[in-house]
């Protein structure tokens, strides 16, 4: 038996984005398994891994089972100390910790007014005003901690960590949601939108799953923004 990570619909489930991108991303030793959100699939997958009620949702080799992506990263970065899930640098794990608990419990408006939506990029959307808060906290602590900690590369406290991972639906929402953003959550943007793990996510979010009329908009639509679209934002 090998670790088992139960998903569901790559292009609008934000939460198995994550540690699915995670575990390819740093070619963790866990198999995937999908079922489309609100069909009969999920429940019957999820009944493989109580008592989880959600995705995603992890089954180690010895059966255990853990729900909530933030702890699920966490055991994945205890199961793989090798792997460099979190900062090596200890006030640099520290911060990328807090990032990535802020994300879990934070966003709330921005999470609920843009609902992951890969498949479908909007143009012109009347959402600028009701998530310009969580869009100024973002620029706010990403700017920090690349001051801090990444003035060699894109990502937040380093080398890509947890913390990346759990912005990288974030990513997709302003690129999909036409948001306006200021200069250091537009060069973030690009970096995921450039990152090959992210684009292979996207293109399975493109291939996998059944149309979800539920993620529908009525906004005017364009095409998917290239990384260097954003830094022009
Ligand atoms: N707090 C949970 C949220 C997980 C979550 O809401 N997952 C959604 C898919 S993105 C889900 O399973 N929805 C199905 C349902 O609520 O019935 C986590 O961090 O893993």
Same mark, same amino acid.
């Given at each position: 038996?090998?670790?088992?990570?139960?998903?569901?619909?790559?292009?609008?489930?934000?939460?198995?984005?994550?540690?699915?991108?995670?575990?390819?991303?740093?070619?963790?030793?866990?198999?995937?398994?999908? =079922? &489309? @959100?609100?069909?009969?699939?999920?429940?019957?997958?999820? %009944?493989?891994?109580?008592? +989880?009620?959600?995705? !995603?949702? *992890?089954?180690?080799?010895?059966?255990?089972?853990?729900?909530?992506?933030?702890?699920?990263?966490?055991?994945?970065?205890?199961?793989?100390?090798?792997?460099?899930?979190?900062?090596?640098?200890?006030?640099?794990?520290?911060?990328?910790?807090?990032?990535?608990?802020?994300?879990?419990?934070?966003?709330?408006?921005?999470?609920?007014?843009?609902?992951?939506?890969?498949?479908?990029?909007?143009?012109?959307?009347?959402?600028?005003?009701?998530?310009? =808060? &969580? @869009?100024?906290?973002?620029?706010?602590?990403?700017?920090? %901690?690349?001051?801090?900690? +990444?003035?060699?590369? !894109?990502? *937040?406290?380093?080398?890509?960590?947890?913390?990346?991972?759990?912005?990288?639906?974030?990513?997709?929402?302003?690129?999909?949601?036409?948001?306006?953003?200021?200069?250091?959550?537009?060069?973030?943007?690009?970096?995921?939108?450039?990152?090959?793990?992210?684009?292979?996510?996207?293109?399975?979010?493109?291939?996998?799953?059944?149309?979800?009329?539920?993620?529908?908009?009525?906004?005017?639509?364009?095409?998917?923004?290239?990384?260097?679209?954003?830094?022009?934002?």
């Amino acid at each position: 038996m090998t670790h088992i990570l139960a998903l569901a619909d790559p292009a609008h489930s934000s939460w198995s984005m994550r540690i699915g991108l995670l575990v390819q991303r740093f070619g963790l030793p866990v198999s995937l398994t999908f =079922a &489309d @959100l609100y069909t009969s699939d999920f429940p019957k997958m999820l %009944a493989e891994f109580a008592p +989880a009620r959600t995705v !995603p949702a *992890l089954k180690l080799e010895d059966g255990t089972v853990v729900c909530e992506s933030l702890a699920i990263a966490e055991e994945l970065a205890s199961r793989f100390p090798d792997a460099g899930l979190w900062p090596q640098d200890t006030a640099a794990r520290a911060h990328a910790r807090g990032l990535t608990a802020e994300m879990h419990a934070g966003f709330v408006v921005l999470r609920d007014k843009c609902p992951m939506n890969l498949r479908t990029t909007y143009a012109n959307t009347p959402l600028q005003a009701e998530v310009q =808060a &969580d @869009l100024d906290r973002l620029e706010d602590i990403w700017g920090r %901690a690349r001051d801090r900690f +990444a003035a060699d590369g !894109p990502w *937040l406290c380093g080398p890509y960590s947890i913390a990346d991972a759990f912005y990288a639906p974030v990513a997709g929402r302003i690129a999909g949601y036409g948001l306006k953003v200021g200069p250091v959550s537009a060069a973030y943007t690009a970096a995921h939108l450039a990152d090959p793990a992210f684009r292979a996510w996207r293109e399975m979010g493109l291939a996998q799953g059944p149309h979800q009329a539920t993620y529908d908009r009525p906004y005017p639509q364009r095409s998917w923004p290239e990384p260097a679209d954003l830094n022009q934002s």
